[in-house]
């Protein structure tokens, strides 16, 4: 059907148009819905449900009317998707239907659990048609991108697009195609995810990767003694390091320098987002470039922002370190700046995990990981304050683990759920598709398998190291064999992960922590949960409960026969572990918050509406393994 629609929509621009506000308005609505009942911003105890279980009413008392939701359904980890309209119900008996997510929030406005900041409704709605707008935009530019597709992989005689990039580009280009190609729906919990206040539609189609974006980085010049470098063991020297990374731009960088006056060895190369210095760092930083601190010249390097938008992979047929930027956009939660924790903790918890890996038995099979081998920060010499380096830093990401000769696929799981050019199905179909059959017995034995790769590693680092993952769908890739069998989890993005040091060092290992005043911490030594939400919200809810709700409602498999898949392959690796866990009380109260109590996720649309003034807000989800039993 889906198909279908897009011809039909490449051959009349006015349909295309209309389709794509509609679908635009239904995920908005989807999101919007789901995240208000989940939050119990509204309370789901207070739907009315019809005998067919599809049609609901909930009564806003406050203003006597009533709204109709056309065609709701209930999921696991009590997750409303709705499929259908909502209408308006007065106390005359008139109904009219709500056109966008804006009425909706004015509609329930008065039946909120919460409070929301004096200026917190004003910027939702902001935020709301924001992403709208760019929601449309995106797949506007999805219809002629796939219709390229579609013609391509017919041409190449390719089974599919995963194939087709195969075929057709080094390994790491055609990671990063997929990853461009996930960026398109964004988080799933997300109400606004697509906004991107300040830039202009010009400005989202040439830098977002949901467009398929070249973006160009500038090699400016940071003063040596302003710059605070943190680096892993095998590193060496950051001038070194660079110059045998970047060998081209290393010289022309210097030779820049030369040029200018200026002696290499006083200064340190710091990439930035064209855009930042612009529209960002020439006004806020004019001080540190009139005294000879910053230096905004220098060469530049053409890149593929990642959909993490500010995590660029130069654009070379031969690997480069991916480099990771700030850029002052407010994206989703916050303003993507760089901050002094992810310079000093990345390279030292890659480090670390490294070591790990290299000695554990249980992970090298299992795991692998993108280390952050560099980090650099704007840092005074006199006071040390690396505050303002928010917007000045750079850490660098290797990628040795897409650069594969050994015929492992690397998916992105954000790629995995999102709709592929050749038949509009989840991309995670074509590798199911892959071994011939695609019964539910075949699916069902797929997640299983899915599930375990995923799974056994996470539980793994933070049953016995106290490490938690943020496995979410952007952080996330899965490496899978010709055959499309998954075989390992490939993880990424250190900065912000939480640990607990009493495990650690139970195995004789010490991470230095990072504190600094109005930064959260991540290392934590007295209270886990922190760390274990980490990981359910990450892991379970973000990643392996959407699997679990595509792959349910793509091959329709009733009930919860895949959330008691879930249950089993958890089980099964607290089982597996246990021999290793030096506490039995502590396993216990382990597997009874993963598999029994309510799983604790963050309250998004909540720190939105009280305009981010705590950034641990969380709310409990029903737990669906408990439920699957």
């Given amino acids: 059907m889906q198909e279908t629609m897009m011809t039909k929509a490449d051959a009349d621009p006015k349909a295309c148009d209309a389709w794509l506000r509609a679908d635009a308005s239904r995920n908005a609505f989807g999101r919007l819905v789901r995240c208000l009942f989940a939050e119990r911003l509204l309370d789901p105890g207070a739907l009315l449900w019809a005998r067919d279980g599809r049609q609901a009413w909930f009564p806003v008392w406050e203003t006597r009317r009533v709204l109709h939701f056309t065609d709701l359904r209930r999921a696991p980890a009590g997750t409303l998707q709705n499929r259908g309209h909502i209408e308006v119900l007065d106390d005359t008996g008139t109904c009219h239907r709500i056109d966008d997510a804006a009425s909706l929030i004015a509609e329930v406005a008065p039946a909120l659990a919460i409070t929301p900041a004096q200026d917190g409704l004003e910027h939702l709605l902001r935020d709301l048609s924001d992403s709208m707008r760019n929601d449309v935009l995106a797949r ?303 699916v069902r034995a797929f997640f299983r398998a899915y599930a375990r790769t995923v799974i056994r590693p996470t539980l793994t680092m933070y049953l016995l190291y106290g490490i938690a993952f943020e496995a979410h769908q952007q952080n996330s890739t899965v490496l899978f064999g010709p055959a499309g069998q998954p075989q390992k989890l490939l993880i990424k993005d250190f900065g912000d992960g939480r640990s607990f040091a009493p495990l650690l060092e139970e195995r004789g290992y010490h991470l230095k922590p990072f504190s600094q005043k109005g930064i959260l911490p991540t290392s934590f030594d007295k209270d886990i949960s922190l760390v274990r939400s980490f990981v359910i919200d990450a892991c379970f809810v973000c990643h392996l409960h959407e699997m679990a709700l595509c792959l349910s409602e793509q091959y329709e498999i009733r009930g919860s026969g895949l959330w008691r898949i879930l249950r089993e392959e958890t089980a099964a690796a607290f089982d597996a572990l246990r021999p290793r866990v030096s506490s039995g009380m502590f396993w216990q109260q382990e597997r009874a918050a993963f598999l029994e109590s309510p799983w604790p996720t963050r309250s998004v649309l909540r720190m939105h509406l009280e305009r981010y003034r705590d950034y641990r807000v969380e709310h409990d989800l029903p737990n669906p393994l408990a439920e699957a039993e």
């Fill in 140 to 442: 506007c530019h999805r219809e002629s991108w796939s219709a390229d597709l579609r013609r391509d992989i017919a041409a190449a005689g390719a089974s599919g697009f995963i194939a087709y990039l195969e075929r057709s580009l080094p390994p790491h280009l055609a990671a990063m195609a997929l990853d461009q190609w996930g960026a398109l729906e964004g988080h799933p919990f997300y109400p606004t995810w697509k906004a991107k206040p300040g830039l202009s539609p010009e400005d989202v189609r040439a830098l977002s990767p949901e467009f398929g974006a070249r973006v160009r980085l500038r090699i400016s010049a940071l003063r040596r003694d302003w710059a605070y470098v943190e680096t892993m063991p095998q590193a060496g020297s950051y001038p070194d390091w660079f110059s045998k990374n970047f060998p081209g731009l290393w010289r022309d960088w210097t030779e820049g320098l030369k040029a200018r006056g200026k002696s290499p060895d006083d200064w340190l190369p710091l990439p930035v987002h064209r855009w930042h210095l612009d529209n960002f760092l020439c006004r806020e930083f004019e001080a540190e470039i009139a005294s000879g601190v910053f230096d905004p010249d220098g060469p530049e390097i053409m890149t593929l922002p990642s959909m993490s938008f500010r995590t660029m992979l130069p654009d070379t047929q031969e690997p480069r370190p991916f480099i990771k930027l700030p850029v002052a956009v407010w994206l989703t939660s916050e303003q993507r700046t760089l901050q002094a924790k992810s310079i000093h903790m990345g390279p030292r918890l890659s480090a670390l995990i490294s070591d790990i890996v290299a000695k554990e038995e249980e992970l090298r099979g299992r795991l692998e990981i993108f280390t952050e081998e560099v980090g650099m920060i704007l840092r005074h010499p006199e006071t040390g304050d690396e505050h303002p380096g928010r917007f000045l830093s750079v850490v660098y990401r290797n990628t040795d683990s897409l650069a594969r000769e050994d015929g492992l696929v690397p998916v992105a799981v954000a790629a995995l759920l999102t709709a592929g050019p050749a038949d509009g199905r989840p991309l995670i179909c074509e590798l199911i598709a892959r071994n011939g059959d695609e019964s539910e017995a075949a």
